[in-house]
């Protein structure tokens, strides 16, 4: 092993680890150019969009329960079946 | 100072001696951390967007009601609820879903009176709609449907009057919301055509003069149920204002980010022996090591001292490595592999943008986790063997 192993090993931790502290302080995914971008489409749909699904097909309360969506399992095919909704069960 | 970095740099070199150890127990963290990390950055992402969603919508949304259950409300309710004392504007949308395509793949309709939306926005591929039967739509839906700007789809609903071919004018840029996905964005005349609905909306969206929502809000729930003189009778109204929205935030995000982190404490769980095995606990070759130690003059607290620093050393690495190869798959890869796990609906290469912010606090707790899983294995041995006579430790 060579003098300098342990200096490059420790030099490699603490450059993972500044890279890392750097995306975490920037709060990497959120930048400026992204926020304008998500207001603006927001901005045209009116507010569209509160939760994990990508569309109405699976639970329309989880998709955006603000135009009156009711989850869909909650009258059918079993009455309270949004106790079940893998959706957000238990909420 | 100089003696505490000579022991400590004798820490990185046990890291160095034992390189398949260490690259094990490293990479025992990295599988453990990185989903972690992804799985908190993607609720934190989401979090953010639903805010967004909150703070660009309306005051007051209407709905209608029948047998309790979501029901559509007539267009003459507008002058209804317009008529309330501090209301400042109403207008109608319509959100509906429908199935399109070969595969019958749910599309998300929202039509909006095309005076409410602006003449170009930078968000779309092509140009917002003008006429009827003109679309623009989710980047998701036009991958899945091969279409491009300019595109005819031929007729995708039934419709009494007669079905017609549809344009694409446009298609959602694909770094937007996620909820552009599946998007088919059009006037209320073509979404109210697409459903043979003609005269109704979903909901009402109501701005309120400052200082009104409240008053605007008890009144509209005390509105007489809307009769457009229909054959199936009144509509009563349902109110959701954006308080009652935000409230729902922390309990719909926080019951995904929850699931999410049962399933980490789960693989925490399983991976605490596999660490603290690899990072040396019950291994014979540690406690010779640390025998040898002992027996040329070390203490046992500088021996302890070398273990942490190189428990420390893999600890650091593992975090910090699971941090960067989480930001890289969820920016550079666009979580490909596990959308569909955290979005319901989401393809496993999607492709709209999945929506992410790497937080400090799950890093910071996952280091917190990783370096006393892996102290344990390491100190424990090295203290058994290091409080011990070398000669017995070495037998």
Known sequence: ?91 | MRRFAAIARTGLVAVLLHPLRSGATVLCLVAVLVPYVAATGVASGLADEARASIRSGADLYVSGSRFGRPAPLPLTAIEAVRSVPGVRDVFPRIVGEIGIGSGRWPAVVVGIARDRVPASTPCVEGRLFEGEGELVMGAELARKLEVRVGSRLPPFYRNRSGERVSTVVGIFRSDLPMWEANLLFCSLETASTIFDQEGLATSLLVTCEPGYTQAVETALRRLKPFDDGGPHGPVAPAVTSREDVQALLPRSLGHLEGIFQLHFVLAFAVGIPLLMGTAGLGLSGRRREAALLKATGWMTDEVLLQGMVESLVLAVLGAGTSVLLAYGWLDLLDAKGVAGIFLPGADPAPAFRVPFRLAPVPALLGFAVSLAIVSVGTLYSTWRAATAAPALALR
Request: charged residues 20%.
């Open chain 1, 1 to 91: 092993m060579s003098d300098r192993a342990p200096t490059f090993l420790l030099a490699t931790a603490v450059a993972a680890a500044v890279a890392a502290a750097v995306l975490l302080a920037t709060a990497a995914g959120s930048a400026p150019a992204r926020q304008r971008d998500r207001e603006e489409f927001q901005r045209l749909v009116s507010g569209l969009g509160l939760g994990a699904p990508v569309d109405l097909s699976r639970c329309a309360a989880a998709f955006d329960p603000r135009d009156g969506g009711a989850c869909s399992l909650r009258f059918d095919p079993v009455p309270c079946g949004d106790r079940f909704c893998p959706a957000h069960a238990g909420d």
